[in-house]
């Protein structure tokens, strides 16, 4: 396998991965991009807009295009949506293209992290807890499938999850790799 060029985020919403990601390409020198805030920049409207003019499914695909392009791109730190890996061909472009990191967060620190933020859509029904619940179940399967490395979501102390991700030979090649790329003449 060619060492990737970039790393990229996978995980539940809340699970730190905006958090995470800019704190370890601030420390690595790459570009963060979170994908959910790129789609909103580029098509001027919020998400929770998308969602209710074109529906999950218009949202979806607007997704997967954004992040084929995205994940083509070096040195950057790309930050997905919790749901990014529903699609299978982004699935493959993400584990292809990139070091995927599954940040996994419980269903309890997905609910009390997400509790109180009206701008996810898909919380937005009866039951939010129910709905993590089932969404993870949905998920879990599909992010380990994507994910070359796992880590524990650090609720309390992200700056100690970067510690660690930057301790770990996959994502130091990464950054290595990329430097090296660079510096040549």
């Given at each position: 396998?060619?060492?990737?060029?970039?790393?990229?985020l996978?995980?539940?919403?809340?699970?730190?991965?905006?958090?995470?990601?800019?704190?370890?390409?601030?420390?690595i020198?790459?570009?963060?991009?979170?994908?959910?805030?790129?789609?909103?920049?580029?098509?001027g409207?919020?998400?929770?807009?998308?969602?209710?003019?074109?529906?999950?499914?218009?949202?979806?695909?607007?997704?997967?295009?954004?992040?084929?392009?995205l994940?083509?791109?070096?040195?950057?730190?790309?930050?997905?949506g919790?749901?990014?890996?529903?699609?299978?061909?982004t699935?493959?472009?993400?584990?292809e293209?990139?070091?995927?990191?599954?940040?996994?967060?419980?269903?309890?620190?997905?609910?009390?992290?997400?509790?109180?933020?009206?701008?996810?859509p898909?919380l937005?029904?009866?039951?939010?807890r129910?709905?993590?619940?089932?969404?993870?179940?949905?998920?879990?399967?599909?992010?380990a499938?994507?994910?070359?490395?796992?880590?524990?979501?650090?609720?309390a102390?992200?700056?100690?999850l970067?510690?660690?991700?930057?301790?770990?030979?996959?994502?130091?090649?990464?950054?290595?790799h990329?430097?090296?790329?660079?510096?040549r003449?």
């Amino acid at each position: 396998m060619h060492t990737p060029s970039s790393i990229v985020l996978i995980g539940m919403m809340g699970a730190g991965k905006t958090t995470v990601g800019r704190m370890l390409a601030s420390d690595i020198g790459f570009e963060f991009i979170d994908a959910d805030r790129e789609l909103e920049e580029r098509s001027g409207v919020t998400i929770p807009t998308i969602f209710e003019i074109e529906g999950e499914a218009g949202f979806r695909r607007r997704e997967a295009a954004i992040l084929d392009e995205l994940s083509q791109r070096s040195r950057i730190v790309l930050a997905t949506g919790g749901g990014a890996v529903l699609d299978a061909e982004t699935r493959e472009r993400l584990h292809e293209r990139g070091l995927v990191i599954y940040l996994r967060a419980s269903a309890d620190e997905v609910f009390r992290r997400t509790r109180r933020d009206k701008s996810r859509p898909l919380l937005q029904g009866d039951d939010p807890r129910v709905t993590i619940e089932a969404l993870l179940a949905q998920r879990e399967p599909l992010y380990a499938e994507t994910a070359h490395l796992t880590f524990q979501s650090a609720s309390a102390n992200p700056r100690r999850l970067v510690e660690r991700l930057l301790a770990h030979p996959q994502v130091r090649e990464v950054f290595e790799h990329t430097t090296r790329s660079v510096q040549r003449p």
